[in-house]
């Protein structure tokens, strides 16, 4: 089979631009026509194939020219008869053994539906959960304000005596009952809105038990600091035993201490107590001069009576110190009991 390509003159082919279909591939006319594969018809075939057919130009020694891409595009044929008769066909059944489902992506399925389901539970319940935790954080809280509680109460009926205890001396010994009921007032804060009740006994509670530690902390603290300057100390009485100058920096020794520890006081820890204290220094100077007068003019007796009444002005601030001790007592152990009363509500 040849074919024949008529020529024109003046014509410039460009093979890429006729391969994109931009510009139209010269005509061929062949000699003979295609032949088949021996015994294959159009009809019967049932795989779609390429018809082999001779090649456009070829050079003087068989090999083919540029052209080779624009005559196989031109001249292929295809055969796809087959393909009228084609229908879908079941994929797969024989791997799902009369199944219909696949245990892949059953399993899939059935994780996530549990993820989610767990998920939602958790959103559901965690409302629930927090509220209880809370409940049970006050609870614990409150237990172990009613052990400080009790531990604290001997303490308190004994600060007023006229000998403090060795217990009592130390303000460090009622610190853990304002730790726990701290605690116990930020842990009722979680409790739930609708809870308000049981916020309510156990913020009122707590902050009693505050109030108490810390009256107890000041009064303890006010009285281990004054008792030592309220102690007079030995003051020469007998003018031949020492000189003016000596006995002036002993008074004046003396003197200098118990206004500075009366000047660091705070007033309203012990009102009874810090009058008595205001009227004793006011009277100090008068004090100190007429204790001088004495030892200069030898009159040990004026000596020693000016010294007796400034030690009877210090056991008056101390009595007045006493009587404030008392009402702390008492307004503390009030208190207690309130605050007892409130955690066994609480508690149940």
Do not use: C
């Not at 390509?5 to 410039?12: A, H």
């Not at 001249?75 to 219909?100: C, M, N, V, Y």
């Not at 460090?172 to 930020?186: C, H, N, P, V």
Request: hydrophobic share 45%; net charge negative.
């Amino acid at each position: 089979m040849t074919a024949t390509t008529p020529s024109k003159r003046g014509f410039i082919r460009i093979p890429s631009m006729e391969s994109l279909g931009f510009m139209d591939a010269p005509s061929r006319a062949w000699t003979t026509p295609p032949s088949h594969a021996p015994g294959s018809t159009q009809a019967s075939s049932q795989v779609s194939a390429l018809v082999p057919v001779p090649l456009g130009r070829h050079g003087k020694n068989g090999h083919p020219t540029g052209e080779l891409v624009t005559d196989m595009w031109e001249t292929t044929e295809l055969h796809a008869p087959s393909l009228e008769d084609w229908t879908p066909q079941e994929f797969g059944s024989k791997h799902l053994g009369g199944r219909r489902f696949r245990w892949p992506m059953l399993s899939l399925l059935i994780i996530v539906t549990l993820a989610v389901a767990g998920v939602g539970y958790w959103l559901y319940r965690q409302p629930a959960d927090e509220a209880a935790a809370a409940v049970g954080e006050v609870r614990s809280e409150a237990e172990a304000l009613t052990v400080a509680l009790e531990q604290v109460a001997p303490l308190v009926a004994d600060i007023d005596l006229d000998r403090l205890p060795e217990a009592n001396r130390d303000a460090s010994a009622y610190l853990q009952l304002g730790d726990r009921a701290r605690s116990m007032f930020a842990a009722s804060a979680d409790l739930p809105a609708e809870d308000s009740s049981g916020r309510s006994v156990a913020a009122q509670a707590a902050g009693i038990a505050i109030d108490a530690s810390k009256q107890l902390m000041d009064i303890t603290t006010y009285r281990t600091a004054l008792e030592p300057a309220l102690t007079l100390p030995l003051l020469e009485t007998d003018p031949d035993l020492t000189d003016l100058t000596t006995a002036t920096d002993a008074f004046t020794q003396w003197r200098t201490g118990f206004e500075s520890v009366r000047g660091a006081l705070p007033a309203e820890v012990a009102p009874e107590a810090s009058a008595a204290l205001d009227r004793l220094s006011a009277n100090l100077e008068q004090t100190q001069a007429a204790y001088l007068d004495a030892m200069r003019t030898d009159n040990r007796t004026a000596a020693v009576e000016t010294l007796g009444a400034l030690r009877a002005d210090l056991q008056e601030v101390r009595h007045a110190l006493i009587t404030d001790l008392a009402a702390v007592s008492e307004t503390v152990s009030a208190l207690i009991d309130q605050a007892r009363d409130d955690l066994s509500r609480l508690l149940g």
